[in-house]
Nanobody, 113 residues
């Protein structure tokens, strides 16, 4: 099982980034997937989840209206479109499989002027 995130970087407040997570080693389409982030000195924070087929999508209040989660089961890839980024969005972003739990190594997002 492998989850490999990409797309992180440094961006100014108000900017956008699109994160990707390439999955392998399991049947991606059968699992609920999520994005989780961890800021320096803080615990993990759930960001968003998407169920199989994209039938149900949920977001943390802190990102609702700014972030969009999506999945492409043909490409075995999870996405997170992040718009109107704020300094408080700075964190290491992980994609994760819900059950059984597994997560990638993460991609760093830094929002700073």
């Amino acid at each position: 099982v492998q989850l490999v995130e990409s797309g992180g970087g440094m961006v100014q407040p108000g900017g956008s980034l699109r994160l990707s997570c390439a999955a392998s080693g399991f049947t991606f389409s059968l699992y609920t997937m999520m994005w989780v982030r961890q800021a320096p000195g803080k615990g993990p924070e759930w960001v968003s989840s998407i169920t199989t087929g994209g039938r149900s999508i949920t977001y943390a209040e802190s990102v609702k209206g700014r972030f969009t989660i999506s999945r492409d089961d043909t490409k075995k890839t999870l996405y997170l479109q992040m718009n109107d980024l704020k300094p408080e969005d700075t964190a290491l972003y992980y994609c994760a499989r819900q059950n059984p739990p597994f997560r990638g190594q993460g991609t760093q997002v830094t929002v700073s002027s």
